[in-house]
C-alpha cells in the first residue's frame, strides 16, 4: 500500500520565493496534518484537516503560511515570501479520523532550505 | 509544561548492548495514547507502537520492548541486541482524549548504535 506521499523530497529556493509543497494522504484517510522540524524546535503541529476542512490551524507561524486541501486526496503547503527562518523539514501526516486517537502515518517529508 | 518528557539528549551503544530509552508523559486525562516512532538517518518518520492508557500490559515485538507504567508516568522502550540499524531518533509522543487529533512529542532521543 501507498504510505503519504510528498512532494518534492527537497527545495532550496532563495528568500522571497513562494514554495509550495504537497501532500498526498493515504487513501481512506480522512484527517491530514502538517508538521514542521527544526533543531530548536522540534516536531510543531502546524495545521490540520478533518474531511478537508481546515480544524486548527494554531501553529501557522505568520500569514505568510497558508494551506489547503481542495480534496480528499491532495494538500498543499504554501509559504509566500519564504524567509530563511523557514528552512525546515516539513512534514505531511494522515489518518483515519473515527472520533478516537488513531495512528498519524507520517510521509518522507520535504527538506526546505531557504537561502 | 512539557507534556512528553525525553531526558536522554543522546545514547551511545555498542552492539548487541541492551539500551532502554525513557519517556515520561503529563496528563491529567484519565483516556490518553502513547506512541513511539522512529526516525533513521533518511529523515522519514516510523511508526512503532501506540498503546492507549487503559492498557498497561508491557509489549514485545521482536528485540522491541515498551514498559507502560502509569504510576510513574512512563513509557520506555528497550532494544534487546542493538543492532547499527536501530541507529536513529526515537520519539515518543502523547495524545489525550479531549483533543485526540493533537500529539504532543517529546524531544527526541537520539542513539548510535557502533559496531
Known amino acids: 500500500d501507498a504510505g503519504v506521499i510528498q512532494s518534492p523530497r527537497h527545495e532550496v529556493t532563495e528568500m522571497g520565493q513562494e514554495v509550495t509543497l504537497r501532500c498526498k494522504p493515504i487513501?481512506?484517510?480522512?484527517?491530514l496534518f502538517w508538521y514542521r522540524q527544526t533543531m530548536m524546535r522540534g516536531l510543531e503541529l502546524l495545521i490540520y484537516?478533518?474531511?478537508?476542512?481546515?480544524?486548527?490551524d494554531s501553529g501557522m507561524p505568520e500569514d505568510r503560511f497558508s494551506a489547503k486541501m481542495p480534496n480528499a486526496s491532495f494538500s498543499t503547503l504554501k509559504i509566500q515570501p519564504s524567509e530563511p527562518r523557514d528552512s525546515a523539514v516539513y512534514f505531511c501526516?494522515?489518518?483515519?479520523?473515527?472520533?478516537?486517537?488513531?495512528?498519524?502515518?507520517f510521509g518522507p517529508g520535504t527538506r526546505l532550505t531557504v537561502l | 509544561a512539557q507534556k512528553v518528557t525525553q531526558a536522554q539528549t543522546e545514547i551511545s551503544v555498542v552492539e548487541k548492548e541492551d539500551v532502554t530509552l525513557d519517556c515520561v508523559y503529563e496528563?491529567?486525562?484519565?483516556?490518553?495514547?502513547l506512541f513511539w516512532y522512529k526516525q533513521p538517518p533518511s529523515g522519514e518518520l516510523v511508526f512503532l507502537i501506540r498503546?492507549?492508557?487503559?492498557?498497561?500490559q508491557n509489549e514485545i515485538s521482536g528485540r522491541y520492548s515498551w514498559n507502560f507504567q502509569k504510576s510513574t508516568s512512563s513509557f520506555n522502550f528497550t532494544i534487546t541486541a542493538s543492532q547499527v540499524v536501530d541507529s536513529a531518533v526515537y520519539f515518543c509522543?502523547?495524545?489525550?482524549?479531549?483533543?485526540?487529533?493533537?500529539?504532543?512529542f517529546g524531544s527526541g532521543t537520539k542513539l548510535n548504535v557502533k559496531p
Open positions: 496528563t491529567r486525562d484519565t483516556t490518553y495514547y
Open positions: 487513501s481512506g484517510h480522512n484527517s
Open positions: 509522543a502523547l495524545s489525550e482524549n479531549d483533543n485526540f487529533n493533537k500529539f504532543y
Open positions: 484537516f478533518n474531511n478537508n476542512v481546515p480544524i486548527d
Open positions: 501526516a494522515s489518518t483515519v479520523n473515527r472520533g478516537i486517537t488513531d495512528t498519524q502515518y
Open positions: 498503546r492507549n492508557s487503559f492498557d498497561e
